[in-house]
């Protein structure tokens, strides 16, 4: 016999579509309390209940991944904010874009233990915290590299007068901060959009499934402002970039070639301009796995408010949250592997790691005591 939930608990936000309480038990959103029923769209209630081994494997990825951005990130801002040698204001992004990775880590506790109650504690406000700090990072992360990619650009094209001081710098990482402010406010206000439960229902994000033109309208806006803005913002600077270095280098060719000698830049230049574009090849490669981990969550809720729901279980939104969580955790290491001063102080401070890198600074000192044979 079918179970009176409305005569047990009053109206419900969102009515059970099943009749049978055993089936009901057997949906997504049956352990939900009524007056949160709001948090759960429809969408979700058509899906059975995921099985706790997938709970409890999330659970553990996401462990692992808090352990690895705790780490990565925490020697991040050790290094950067206490070596001489990496302080300055090029480098004070890089611990901006740390910090807001940690941001991310901030929710990898409390999805851990969701998975293990297989709902979202704390409810709405536990919604709201959980995706804020999601928001924060994600959109802070964005505005972020752009920021970077605009400083790669300035200090390789126009060494000697195009570099950022620390003064221009700190207004820069202020602006980021700001920048992520109204799509965090809005939703939490619930102004403008709302943070609902997504997937699993141990998650949230803004709401990019109901119907209504006002929800379709602020995805649309959050896509551009988050990811649209940015990336073009990227792809302009590190275009540029491009077109500099290439530039350059084809000037410095050619009137080497009038003047009948090897090279016009003297070896402490190359080793400088060398250590310079390895740091922009760092950040490049930031900007990718960037792109790569955040492009299927933007495709995601442009298909929830846009598109064919059908195409989105689950399992289908959930692998997207965790590339997005995984890139928080990686950038750190591409540091680690490929940013030349980065290493050197990696190698002196944790020994243990096993890092080896000759010193950038010594290299471009001892260079500039030789003589090319073409200059001999």
Not at 38 to 48: E, F, I, K, M, S
Not at 51 to 65: E, G, M, P, R
Not at 111 to 134: A, E, H, K, P, T
Not at 147 to 176: E, F
């Amino acid at each position: 016999m079918a179970h009176n939930l409305t005569a047990d608990h009053g109206p419900l936000a969102y009515p059970y579509k099943m009749v049978s309480n055993e089936i009901q038990e057997g949906m997504l959103g049956w352990n939900v309390p009524p007056e949160y029923q709001d948090l759960v769209h429809d969408h979700w209630r058509q899906y059975p209940v995921v099985d706790k081994s997938s709970h409890y494997l999330l659970a553990l990825i996401y462990a692992v991944l808090m352990i690895m951005s705790i780490v990565g990130n925490g020697l991040v801002i050790w290094i950067f904010s206490t070596s001489k040698s990496l302080r300055s204001a090029s480098n004070m992004f890089i611990i901006n874009l740390a910090i807001f990775d940690l941001m991310m880590m901030l929710e990898m506790p409390h999805l851990i233990v969701n998975s293990f109650y297989q709902w979202m504690l704390g409810d709405r406000l536990g919604c709201d915290i959980y995706s804020v700090f999601g928001a924060l990072s994600g959109i802070g992360g964005s505005i972020t590299n752009a920021v970077i990619a605009y400083d790669r650009y300035k200090t390789i094209s126009c060494p000697i007068d195009g570099r950022i001081n620390r003064a221009q710098a700190c207004v820069l990482i202020a602006i980021t901060w700001l920048y992520t402010t109204p799509f965090i406010v809005l939703p939490v206000t619930r102004t403008w959009g709302k943070y609902v439960t997504e997937g699993f229902l141990t998650t949230c994000s803004f709401d990019f499934l109901s119907e209504d033109q006002d929800t379709k309208a602020f995805v649309a806006c959050i896509f551009v402002w988050s990811y649209v803005i940015p990336m073009s913002l990227i792809c302009t600077f590190y275009s540029k970039l491009f077109i500099a270095v290439r530039h350059h280098e084809k000037m410095l060719k050619e009137q080497a070639k009038k003047m009948n000698v090897k090279s016009l830049a003297s070896n402490k230049e190359d080793a400088g301009k060398s250590v310079e574009i390895r740091i922009a090849k760092v950040a490049f490669t930031i900007f990718f796995l960037f792109v790569c981990s955040w492009t299927p969550y933007g495709i995601v809720a442009m298909i929830g408010a846009f598109g064919n729901r059908a195409l989105l279980t689950p399992v289908v939104t959930m692998i997207p949250a965790v590339f997005c969580k995984a890139v928080s955790c990686i950038d750190p290491w591409v540091y680690a592997i490929n940013h030349p001063r980065f290493r050197v102080e990696l190698e002196k401070r944790v020994p243990w790691l096993g890092v080896r890198e000759p010193d950038p600074d010594a290299q471009s000192t001892n260079g500039s005591t030789a003589t090319s044979p073409a200059e001999a």
